[in-house]
């Protein structure tokens, strides 16, 4: 059964994508997280229960170029942090590969090890509506994350074509809610020590 494994928020850089989300959800991020050798990105973890967790992700300036584009078209990514994608969590990635989400590719991070759906490309699919899938090694990251206080209360998806894209994520085993909207893009609402917070494709997050 295929499931939301992670929210994917992207920043132009690391330290500008962590600032926003601890001041929008006004907690204190711990320091989980590192680098991708592969994509040339680096990353910032918070679990939000139920094995799923929010990652904050930028291009790792100090980091060679990969040979490659990098996922989640963060080669082209500008503008203010925000929610870009989503991965979702799956058993059996090369049974979906006639849907054209791209390769199944080996990749790490420290002793974490995955497979991942990866567009030669970089691009993104319907717009981030349609997820990146991943099938993890023996360890998932929220085995060893802290706990924040966060928690995912609901999400969903926009897309100015819905019934265009509700059928790909059928094909995918994937029903979360999708709504008509001018722009694609996903939302979150999150329950923090400080109240219940969102986070959204759109520029600024807010409280409910």
């Known amino acids: 059964m295929n499931r939301l494994d992670h929210l994917v928020l992207a920043a132009q850089t690391l330290q500008e994508g962590v600032e926003y989300v601890q001041d929008t959800l006004e907690v204190v991020l711990p320091p989980a997280g590192g680098q991708h050798p592969l994509m040339g990105t680096h990353n910032r973890l918070l679990n939000l229960g139920g094995g799923v967790y929010l990652e904050i992700i930028a291009v790792d300036a100090q980091a060679p170029a990969p040979s490659r584009p990098r996922w989640f078209e963060l080669d082209r990514f500008a503008g203010p942090p925000r929610l870009l994608t989503w991965v979702a969590r799956s058993e059996a990635l090369e049974r979906y590969a006639a849907l054209g989400l791209g390769p199944v590719t080996k990749a790490s991070r420290g002793d974490l090890e995955?497979?991942?759906?990866?567009?030669?490309d970089g691009r993104l699919h319907w717009g981030g509506v349609v997820p990146y899938l991943i099938q993890w090694g023996q360890r998932h990251p929220t085995d060893t994350l802290p706990d924040a206080g966060c928690r995912l209360l609901a999400w969903g998806l926009h897309?100015?074509?819905?019934g265009a894209v509700a059928p790909v994520l059928r094909q995918l085993g994937l029903e979360p809610p999708l709504?008509?909207?001018p722009q694609p893009g996903l939302w979150a609402l999150i329950q923090t020590p400080a109240g219940r917070?969102?986070?959204s494709s759109q520029a600024g997050g807010s409280a409910e």
């Open 114 to 120: 995955w497979l991942i759906t990866l567009p030669e």
């Open 179 to 181: 709504e008509v909207a």
């Open 159 to 162: 897309h100015p074509q819905p």
């Open 197 to 199: 917070k969102v986070l």
